[in-house]
T-cell receptor, first 111, second 115 residues
Framework: KNEVEQSPQNLTAQEGEFITINCSYSVGISALHWLQQHPGGGIVSLFMLSSGKKKHGRLIATINIQEKHSSLHITASHPRDSAVYICAVNEGQGGSEKLVFGKGTKLTVNP | GAGVSQSPRYKVAKRGQDVALRCDPISGHVSLFWYQQALGQGPEFLTYFQNEAQLDKSGLPSDRFFAERPEGSVSTLKIQRTQQEDSAVYLC?????????????FGPGTRLTVT
C-alpha cells in the first residue's frame, strides 16, 4: 500500500506570504491530486497531475515522478486560503481508481 | 448541473442501531466512491463502484458495512449494529470515467456520531 506523507502538518502564515506544502509517496502512481477541505467537510479538487507543473491563479502544483514528490505552492496567501490541504494518489501504472490520502496540512493565514 | 449530494448531513445513532447513508452522484458519472474520514485524519477508501458493479470493497472495515448501487446511479452505504468506532464523516465522490487518474468530485459528507 502506498504511504502518502505530507509536511508540515500545521502551517501558520501572514497574509501575503508564499506557502509551500510538500507530499511524498512510496509507490509508483498514475496520478496525484491536491484537494482543499474547508471546515464543515467539503472537499474540492484543486489539481490532478501526473507530470510537470500546473498553475491555477495563485496556486501552483509540481510533481517529480523520479523522486516521488509533489509540492503545492500558494503565492500571495490570503486568509480565505485557510483550509486543510490534502494530497492523494491513484496507485500503480494501471491506474487504480481509488485514492490513497495523506493526513492533510492545516493552513492558517492571518490578516 | 448539481454536484454530488449526500443525505443525511448529520446522523446520531445509538450503539447497535442500523444506519443508511445516501449518495447522489453527478449525473452521468460512471464511478462512485465511499470514503471514511476520522477526526483529524485524511479520508480512507471504503469501496468503489463502476456503474452498478462493486469493483473493490477492500476498505470496508467489517461485514457490518454494506454498500450498493443497484441502478448505477444513487448509492447507499449501510452500517449494521453501529459501534462507537464507526463515528466519522462518510464521504462520497464520483468521477466521469472508469480508469484511475480522473478528477473526483466530492459530496459534503455525512457526519455519523454513535453514542
Amino acid at each position: 500500500k502506498n504511504e502518502v506523507e505530507q509536511s508540515p502538518q500545521n502551517l501558520t502564515a501572514q497574509e501575503g506570504e508564499f506557502i509551500t506544502i510538500n507530499c511524498s509517496y512510496s509507490v509508483g502512481i498514475s496520478a496525484l491530486h491536491w484537494l482543499q477541505q474547508h471546515p464543515g467537510g467539503g472537499i474540492v479538487s484543486l489539481f490532478m497531475l501526473s507530470s510537470g507543473k500546473k498553475k491555477h491563479g495563485r496556486l501552483i502544483a509540481t510533481i517529480n515522478i523520479q523522486e516521488k514528490h509533489s509540492s503545492l505552492h500558494i503565492t500571495a496567501s490570503h486568509p480565505r486560503d485557510s483550509a486543510v490541504y490534502i494530497c492523494a494518489v491513484n496507485e500503480g501504472q494501471g491506474g487504480s481508481e481509488k485514492l490513497v490520502f495523506g493526513k492533510g496540512t492545516k493552513l492558517t493565514v492571518n490578516p | 448541473g448539481a454536484g454530488v449530494s449526500q443525505s443525511p448531513r448529520y446522523k446520531v445513532a445509538k450503539r447497535g442501531q442500523d444506519v443508511a447513508l445516501r449518495c447522489d452522484p453527478i449525473s452521468g458519472h460512471v464511478s462512485l466512491f465511499w470514503y471514511q474520514q476520522a477526526l483529524g485524519q485524511g479520508p480512507e477508501f471504503l469501496t468503489y463502484f463502476q456503474n452498478e458493479a462493486q469493483l473493490d470493497k477492500s476498505g470496508l472495515p467489517s461485514d457490518r458495512f454494506f454498500a450498493e448501487r443497484p441502478e448505477g446511479s444513487v448509492s447507499t452505504l449501510k452500517i449494521q449494529r453501529t459501534q462507537q468506532e464507526d463515528s466519522a464523516v462518510y464521504l462520497c465522490a464520483s468521477s466521469l470515467r472508469g480508469w484511475g487518474g480522473y478528477e473526483q468530485y466530492f459530496g459534503p459528507g455525512t457526519r455519523l456520531t454513535v453514542t
